[in-house]
């Protein structure tokens, strides 16, 4: 069974720093890799997903794949007091089909 | 469009009766999922449906938990003879054709509390 693990935190930066989240899995196999946003209280939406290694940007958002280390990141620039949330990592099942996901790194950005 | 929504939004019960959970999908959305939340458990898989293939019950944690779908659309989560460890969110989501890579979508969550 896949596993996905992610640190708890909470990760705590100064609004406008850079917040670091960072994600591995066990299957090497793995193609599909995902960043899910959930605030308290509300389910989990989508940030970024990602298949190839390197990094991939979006606004502020980049994500950074390295298959060779089963490592997967997320980076958030310019960190903003409304980014204070759970982020959760994810990546597809055996078949392809449904998510693993990691149990999520609680982030806090102060103004 | 609208989101993937769930029926009741909370639900409280006895232990040891029957709740049924409703998810509504994304219209056009073939592939269904339902998922647990747990306090410090995290999201874990429960059950998937694709179109009319029978449904991936790998994640269902035991027999007192079953789920339908009805004309490839609306889905039912039936938990029956409720536990207190059954307390917790269980969320829906849809995606367009349930394959590897998809972006799945979550509705708003029903939180079950058993007492």
């Known amino acids: 069974q896949k596993e996905v693990e992610q640190n708890s935190g909470p990760l705590s930066v100064p609004e406008g720093a850079i917040a670091s989240l960072n994600c591995t899995y066990s299957?090497?196999?793995?193609?599909?890799f995902f960043w899910y946003r959930q605030y308290s209280g509300k389910s989990p939406e989508l940030i970024m997903s990602?298949?190839?290694?390197g990094d991939k940007e979006d606004g502020r958002f980049t994500a950074q794949l390295n298959k060779a280390s089963q490592y997967v990141s997320l980076l958030i620039r310019d960190s903003q007091p409304s980014d204070s949330a759970t982020y959760l990592c994810?990546?597809?099942?055996?078949?392809?089909?449904?998510?693993?996901f990691g149990k999520g790194t609680t982030l806090s950005v102060s103004s | 469009g609208a989101g993937v929504s769930q029926s009741p939004s909370n639900k409280v019960t006895e232990k040891g009766k029957d709740v049924e959970l409703r998810c509504d999908p994304i219209?056009?959305?073939?592939?269904l999922y339902w998922y647990r939340q747990s306090l410090g458990q995290g999201l874990e898989f429960l059950i998937y449906?694709?179109?009319?293939?029978?449904?991936?019950k790998s994640g269902l944690p035991s027999d007192r938990f079953s789920a339908e779908r009805t004309g490839g659309s609306v889905s039912t989560l039936t938990i029956q003879r409720t536990q207190q460890e059954d307390s917790a969110v269980y969320l829906c989501?849809?995606?367009?054709?349930?394959?590897?890579?998809?972006?799945?979508?979550f509705g708003p969550g029903t939180r079950l509390l058993v007492l």
């Open positions: 219209s056009g959305h073939t592939a």
């Open positions: 994810a990546v597809n099942d055996d078949a392809g089909t449904a998510l693993i």
């Open positions: 299957d090497r196999v793995s193609q599909s």
């Open positions: 989501a849809s995606s367009f054709q349930g394959g590897e890579g998809e972006t799945q979508y």
């Open positions: 449906f694709q179109g009319n293939s029978a449904p991936d």
């Open positions: 990602i298949y190839s290694n």
